[in-house]
């Protein structure tokens, strides 16, 4: 299923700032709902309704084709990158383990963490409404999370950035590299995230 659209904006900020190859744009935040259909996917399955609606199983739209040169792809865990069945919620609920659980009732996470890829206090900071969630570890999920997360938090808080994202015209977000390493349970190394700088390998080309 081909995209209604292309945010341009965000892919340049993928491109140019995250340094990510096309196939490796993996959307993790939308501003609205109707960003989310317009740019992610469709709804095939309210798991939480209300206004706004809570939970939502997305089919998503076709990524650009892998570089099958790309050291990440040989990962088992690249697989969760670009599922075509995704699980988004608001930034505000708290429900999201269970609406994840109606969606992939035969998942076993029993002992994993459903993680917003996307910080929730740093999304509310962006003005990002819907968020994907993703099944990881314990360990993942703890290392990613302290020192690094408090910084994001306190960058977005200036008043300079305060005013940078209220002006921005990006209408979702791609994953950074910080994101894609978490996403693919590998600890992401706290504050100074040097896991993160070491693969970077993943997403050159040999």
């Known amino acids: 299923m081909k995209p209604k659209a292309v945010d341009k904006h ?7 700032k995250f340094g990510l190859p096309p196939c490796v744009h993996i959307p993790v935040a939308a501003r609205t709902e109707e960003a989310l259909h317009r740019y992610i996917g469709n709804t095939t399955r309210v798991l939480a309704g209300g ?15 892998k570089n099958i040169k790309l050291p990440i792809w040989e990962l088992e865990n690249s697989k969760i ?6 699980v988004w919620v608001h930034v505000d609920y708290s429900e999201y383990r269970r609406a994840y659980l109606r969606a992939f009732p035969d998942k076993k996470v029993s002992s994993l963490v459903l993680d917003h890829v996307l910080n929730r206090r740093v999304a ?6 819907y968020l994907r969630i993703v099944p990881i570890s314990r360990a993942a999920n703890s290392s990613s999370g302290g020192l690094s997360e408090k910084w994001a938090v306190e960058y977005h808080s200036s008043s300079r ?3 940078i994202n ?6 979702i977000q791609y994953a950074d590299l910080a994101d894609i390493v978490k996403m693919l349970d590998i600890k992401t190394g706290g504050k100074l995230q040097k896991p993160v700088n070491e693969a970077q390998y993943l997403v050159d080309e040999p």
Not at 166 to 171: A, F, L
Request: net charge positive; glycine share 0%.
């Open 124 to 129: 509310r900071l962006k003005d990002f409404r």
């Open 10 to 16: 965000a892919k340049k900020i993928a491109t140019k």
């Open 81 to 86: 990158l670009r599922k075509q069945y995704q």
């Open 161 to 163: 950035m305060k005013k």
């Open 51 to 65: 206004k706004p609606k809570k939970a939502l199983l997305i089919n998503c739209f076709e990524l650009p084709p």
């Open 166 to 171: 209220e002006n921005s015209p990006v209408k």
